[in-house]
């Protein structure tokens, strides 16, 4: 049977594979320590559910009208990008998406043509690279220094801008380093950006997942140019433990939201109508859930920085935001007789029954990838197996 050219090309997401992996050794009876799921390890908070029942039972069962998302949820919208991020928007620049993932897609579907460039940050977001290809754009990918955690400096940045770059992808708090860029290091970016004809997408989908009582910072809130060229992108997906729901939401310059949703019309018809009623409630609602989750995130984050930074030949950036480590483990290589990180990740599972995600599958073979979102006593017992694997 013939399948076409572009779905041979794309390559399967490897965090849903690592993920499917481990849970298969688990339906076998295996005690498997599972770091590689990239959802949170916490229920969807009840008030959420409650709001989604009771949208349910008072017949919130319809196509969502318009496709964009309902009338209540961009206004909910809105009013978070106010209050949180310094953002202003009207309900007809935001588009309520069905998941963070498909308004990635969506972006990339209304910006790009066939030949133009995307300027893509090592390590990149699986889906990122695979996204651009569909649109029919090619990726190009940078990467700062290792010491700065990749962070992009305002050089590497502008050396890869050509004649033909369309769209700068900025994820801060970044998955898979787990690391945020500050507010002087988004301006410095800016200052490169911001006069040139091209788009900026803002992945903030962790944005209220940051440690150490750090200030959540919107590229778009920097100035009215970057306000101008920026989509901001968001979901209920990490931070209200929504990952099942598919909803989402991004924010941006008029035409393009109205792009996206020609798009959406014609594809999913939008998120769930009910759901969009939950991702509401999530966004007005007393935000103490959050913080409280938050606060877990970062004890786990730091103990397994502390744990895997002490680990002979690892080296390990601090996270800063997200749930993920994302540790150079290339010291190791050698002694454990492996090659690369996809090497590395299946002797780790099949040898001491942990799960990580390979780093290749985010651009950067040295490493791999812990997520954090799971309890503190199932990181410690993973941690003993890999400082254990690794010196034995
Ligand atoms: N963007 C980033 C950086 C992510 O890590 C993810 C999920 O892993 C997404 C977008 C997509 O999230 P969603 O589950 O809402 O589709």
Redo the contacts with the bound molecule.
């Keep these: 049977m013939k399948i076409a050219k572009r779905i041979q090309d794309l390559a399967e997401s490897a965090t849903l594979a690592v993920s499917a992996k481990a849970a298969k050794m688990k339906a076998d009876g295996i005690d498997v320590i599972g770091f590689g799921a990239?959802e949170p390890d916490f229920d969807t908070p009840d008030h959420i559910k409650q709001a989604a029942i009771a949208a349910i039972q008072s017949g919130q069962t319809k196509y969502s009208k318009p496709a964009s998302g309902i009338a209540s949820a961009k206004q909910a919208v809105c009013d978070k990008l106010a209050r949180e991020n310094n953002l202003n928007y009207s309900p007809n620049q935001i588009i309520i998406t069905a998941?963070?993932?498909m308004g990635?897609y969506m972006v990339m579907q209304a910006v790009l043509d066939p030949g133009d460039e995307v300027i893509i940050p090592k390590p990149y977001?699986v889906s990122y690279p695979e996204m651009a290809k569909l649109a029919g754009a090619k990726p190009i990918f940078v990467a700062g220094p290792e010491e700065n955690a990749y962070k992009l400096s305002p050089s590497t940045l502008a050396s890869a801008i050509t004649d033909r770059t369309r769209l700068v992808l900025l994820?801060s708090p970044s998955?898979p380093s787990g690391v945020t860029y500050d507010p002087g290091e988004l301006q410095a970016l800016a200052e490169v950006l911001e006069n040139r004809d091209l788009m900026v997408l803002s992945?903030e989908?962790y944005d209220q997942l940051v440690y150490d009582g750090q200030e959540s910072i919107s590229y778009a809130s920097i100035s009215d140019k970057t306000f101008s060229q920026t989509i901001t992108l968001n979901?209920g997906?990490k931070t209200y433990a929504m990952?099942g729901w598919r909803v989402?939401y991004a924010a941006g310059p008029t035409e393009i939201i109205k792009a996206m949703s020609k798009l959406q019309s014609q594809t999913t018809s939008g998120a769930a109508t009910f759901n969009q009623v939950a991702l509401a409630t999530a966004l007005t609602a007393d935000q103490s859930v959050v913080r409280s989750m938050r606060d877990e995130f970062q004890d786990r984050g730091y103990q397994m920085w502390k744990r895997l930074s002490a680990m002979p030949g690892v080296r390990c950036p601090k996270p800063t935001g997200a749930f993920y480590c994302f540790p150079n483990v290339s010291g190791t290589f050698q002694k454990i007789g492996v090659q690369g990180s996809a090497e590395f990740a299946s002797n780790l599972l099949e040898q001491a029954n942990v799960a990580v995600v390979p780093g290749v599958a985010f651009g950067l073979d040295e490493h791999i990838r812990l997520s954090f979102a799971l309890s503190m006593a199932q990181l410690n017992t993973g941690l003993d197996r890999i400082e254990a694997w690794l010196t034995q």
């Design positions: 990239g998941g963070g993932k990635v977001w994820t998955n992945d989908i979901a997906s990952t989402g």
